[in-house]
């Protein structure tokens, strides 16, 4: 090989070489803009799922906060009022013994002899009469009880639940009382309660709910100062079953405001829970 082939030979190794560094170069540049790509790819995710986190955090932030808004425009019970003698609340965790059970003037409603507290006895006629006037016809069943027929009435109902059911006294006297109130803790004695049912269906079940009597005392009751006490799905609250047929006087402004609220007595007063009726059983 004469000296002019050698030159050309080593210019095109040079030139081979020179390519050969260029397209490494090349590659490596396109394999960081790749990497750079997949970083900022990767980074813009985790800023948008960041974001989207931030995003959900406010809304559910913002979502309690209109809760407690809507919680602090309940309209409750004045203090004034608590003590009144038509919002006085009974129930399982606010019992009477017999010695502080309330003297209570009851008032004969009917020939079926059954008696309530006088002073509602007014607003109660008023129910009935605007009851027929709408051609309703319900009809009461149990109203004011003193201390004796209510232990009679719990006493009979463990019985035969022990009967029926098989269970101990204990268990017995548990279950009965998501029925029939223990003495002390039914409203019955304060002369202020009432069972209402309809005169087409008489039973005590959720059946009085469907009936048109009973459609028009929940729909217009408040009006003449009583609510449905037990209501549906307020049971872990009162401490008693639904009850469609258990009226409550307490008075015309506080019916009408637990009413419109969909509120319980409890509820309204601020009270401590009951807890659910079946829930040791």
């Known amino acids: 090989m004469n000296q002019r082939s050698r030159r050309r030979h080593r210019r095109n190794i040079r030139r081979v070489r020179q390519r050969n560094r260029r397209l490494l170069l090349m590659a490596v540049l396109m394999c960081f803009i790749a990497w750079a790509g997949i970083t900022n790819i990767k980074k813009q995710k985790e800023a948008e799922e960041s974001k989207a986190a931030y995003a959900e955090q406010q809304k559910k932030e913002e979502a309690e906060k209109e809760s407690e808004k809507e919680e602090s425009k309940l309209v409750l019970a004045e203090e004034s009022e608590k003590d009144k003698w038509y919002l006085k609340l009974v129930n399982a965790k606010n019992p009477m013994t017999e010695a502080d059970v309330p003297e209570v003037e009851t008032e004969t409603l009917d020939s079926e002899g059954y008696q309530v507290d006088a002073r509602i ?161």
């Open 121 to 281: 006895m007014d607003d109660l006629e008023d129910m009935f009469a605007a009851a027929r006037e709408a051609g309703r016809s319900p009809m009461i069943c149990s109203a004011f009880r003193s201390w004796d027929t209510q232990v009679s009435l719990y006493q009979n109902k463990i019985s035969r639940v022990m009967s029926e059911d098989g269970l101990n006294e204990e268990d017995a006297a548990i279950k009965a009382a998501t029925v029939v109130a223990k003495p002390g803790t039914s409203e019955h004695q304060v002369g202020l309660a009432l069972d209402i049912v309809s005169s087409e269906y008489t039973n005590l079940d959720e059946g009085q709910m469907e009936t048109e009597d009973q459609k028009w005392l929940i729909e217009n009751s408040w009006k003449y100062g009583f609510i449905l006490r037990y209501p549906l799905d307020k049971s872990d609250i009162t401490g008693v079953i639904f009850e469609p047929w258990h009226y409550r006087y307490v008075g015309k402004k506080a019916a009408k405001e637990i009413t419109e609220q969909n509120l319980t007595l409890e509820e309204y007063l601020g009270a401590e829970p009951v807890g659910d009726p079946t829930g040791d059983l």
